[in-house]
């Protein structure tokens, strides 16, 4: 099973999913955590994608990056999927969730605001992530946690994006 964090896209064409990253990329330059962004597909899986980083990126930046491809600016999408698999890292104190632990990070189909995240944890506990870096515990989970059993080995390497 994979073990590093993953972005799983499903109903989007890898030509837009490479404009999403490739924009992607070049916005978030600055953090360093872009360098490297490698999109692959399985042919066994039509319709889904996986975003893998070389350079992975702390909490924060993976959920921008969650947020990002949901939401791409100059492509527009329809019925797409995007959902994010986080394994909290262990100097990762500064968030409330238990290293080790994983996530999984997708923008709500409610939502209105186009500037957070809802999570999922193990345990499914759910939380709305803001970009103002504000963790808020919810009532109910909009989905049950569901870490999927992703061998990197069945994927094909379509793109490696660099800034």
Do not use: C
Request: negative net charge; proline residues 4%.
């Amino acid at each position: 099973m994979l073990q590093q964090d993953f972005i799983l896209i499903k109903n989007v064409s890898e030509e837009n999913a490479s404009t999403i990253l490739s924009n992607l990329a070049t916005l978030y330059a600055e953090s360093g955590f872009t360098n490297g962004i490698e999109l692959a597909r399985n042919e066994g899986l039509p319709g889904t994608l996986l975003v893998t980083f070389q350079n992975p990126p702390d909490f924060e930046r993976f959920a921008f990056f969650v947020n990002y491809v949901h939401y791409p600016e100059g492509v527009e999408l329809f019925n797409h999927e995007v959902k994010g698999f986080y394994k909290v890292k262990q100097h990762e104190s500064e968030i409330k969730f238990k290293p080790e632990d994983w996530l999984q990070l997708f923008v709500s189909k409610n939502d209105n605001d186009f500037d957070n995240v809802s999570i999922v944890t193990e345990s499914n506990e759910a939380f709305l992530f803001d970009f103002g870096g504000k963790t808020k515990n919810l009532s109910f989970a909009e989905q049950q946690y569901e870490l999927p059993a992703i061998e990197k080995t069945e994927f094909s390497l379509v793109k490696v994006f660099n800034p």
